[in-house]
């Protein structure tokens, strides 16, 4: 009897799930592919990263932007990944960098994050991850937060400063900068 029941009730629900991943396509994941230092350290002064900073990293790899930010700054910082593998590496990484006290790292998906506290968002995503990330980072960051994305733009938004450049393994690089507030 009870199985029935239950049968009956996924019988029930199936048409809503079914409704609800059409509503929800998959959105691409950008592999892990760390951003070189000297590329870092452009991104922190783009953003103009001071010790009064909250820098969140939605997918975080080994933990490097904010582990930077904290180091040379005393930024606060929250990584987030998707890939508990990186989360480990960012937390042992953050622990010789003797900045555990201002770094967290999280194991979650960057498009459900909750970035509201952050003054900094860091991005190395794919451009269809940028784009879905527009309406939370535009609902919840705080009018001068800034954004950088490493060579992604974020759809038709218009940057506030771009700063294309020759890293030293000789790719060329593109830095986004865009101040919260500032998108139509
Ligand atoms: C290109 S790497 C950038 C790593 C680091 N930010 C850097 O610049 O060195 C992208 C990272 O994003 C993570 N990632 C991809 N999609 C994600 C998602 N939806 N949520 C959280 N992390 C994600 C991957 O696991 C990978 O570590």
């Known amino acids: 009897m009870l199985y029935l029941l239950l ?3 996924l019988n029930l629900a199936a048409p809503q799930l079914a409704a ?3 509503a929800a396509p998959q959105v691409p994941r950008a592999p892990y592919v760390a951003t070189p230092s000297d590329v870092v350290e452009r991104m922190l002064r ?3 990263v001071t010790s009064d900073d909250v820098v969140y990293d939605l997918g975080s ?3 490097r932007i904010v582990i930077a930010a904290a180091r040379q ?3 606060r910082g929250v990584g987030v990944d998707i890939d508990p593998a990186r989360i ?3 937390r042992r990484n953050a622990a010789e960098a003797n900045v555990e006290h201002l770094v967290t790292f999280r194991l979650a998906d960057a498009l459900e994050t909750d970035v509201s506290e952050a ?4 991005l190395y995503l794919l451009a269809a991850q940028n784009v879905a990330l527009r309406p939370a980072l535009t609902r919840q960051l705080r009018p ?3 954004i950088v994305s490493h060579n992604f733009a974020m759809g038709d938004w218009q940057a506030d400063e771009v700063d294309t450049f020759t890293s030293a393994d000789g790719h060329t690089r593109t830095l986004y900068l865009w101040r919260a507030g500032n998108q139509p």
């Open 119 to 122: 003054t900094v968002v860091m």
């Open 73 to 75: 700054f005393g930024a």
């Open 88 to 90: 480990s590496e960012a």
């Open 7 to 9: 049968g009956l009730l």
């Open 61 to 63: 790899g080994d933990g």
């Open 20 to 22: 609800q991943q059409l």
């Open 46 to 48: 783009l953003a103009s």
């Open 144 to 146: 001068g937060a800034r």
